[in-house]
């Protein structure tokens, strides 16, 4: 027998107090940043978890760690939203309407837009990748349909509407507007004009 022919051990299942543990530092957390922001103490999010601060690091060892936890619902109800808005006749609303739906999903609290700004930019698989590969294929649908121009990129269209959820954090109400003003053009009909 060779070592890739060797059994494999059985898959070690999950102990229930480390789940409810791991879930139990998520809801602190949503509370917690909600409340104070993603800079808040890891701390106080353990002592509101009732666990150490110890076992908070074993389950997230870094801060992005746990702010991505709290955003895989916003990318799993993100990459659906984009599957949704696929058969819309029009590709080009389709997209502005998924941007917007970014936008407002990404700013659940103050500094949730950078974390998904900086986890939007790692390509390992997750539920950052499914949002990603459907919004994409919105965008590559708005293109093929001349809704956006040939020289953009989903990346770019994602780090402005990242941009722009970080700027209206502290003002919820401009995001439509600033996002809407991005997708109409400035100054329409003088796009690539430098200097």
Do not use: C
């Amino acid at each position: 027998m060779t070592s890739d022919d060797s059994p494999k051990p059985p898959a070690r299942a999950v102990r229930a107090d480390v789940l409810r543990n791991r879930a139990r530092l998520i809801a602190a957390a949503r509370e917690t940043f909600q409340r104070d922001g993603a800079g808040a103490s890891l701390e106080g999010v353990a002592r509101q978890a009732g666990v150490g601060i110890g076992t908070l690091y074993r389950h997230f060892p870094t801060r992005q760690d746990l702010l991505e936890a709290l955003l895989a619902d916003v990318y799993d109800d993100l990459a659906v939203r984009a599957r949704e808005l696929a058969v819309s006749p029009d590709p080009a609303d389709a997209l502005v309407k998924w941007l917007h739906a970014f936008v407002s999903r990404i700013t659940a609290f103050r500094g949730s837009a950078a974390a998904a700004t900086l986890s939007l930019r790692d390509e390992r698989p997750g539920p950052q990748a499914a949002m990603r590969e459907a919004g994409a294929a919105l965008f590559a649908r708005a293109q093929e349909a001349g809704g956006v121009p040939p020289d953009a990129s989903f990346a770019d269209a994602l780090r402005l509407a990242g941009a722009i959820a970080a700027v209206a954090e502290d003002a919820p109400e401009t995001a439509g507007r600033l996002l809407s003003l991005a997708a109409a053009g400035l100054v329409p009909g003088k796009a690539g004009g430098h200097g």
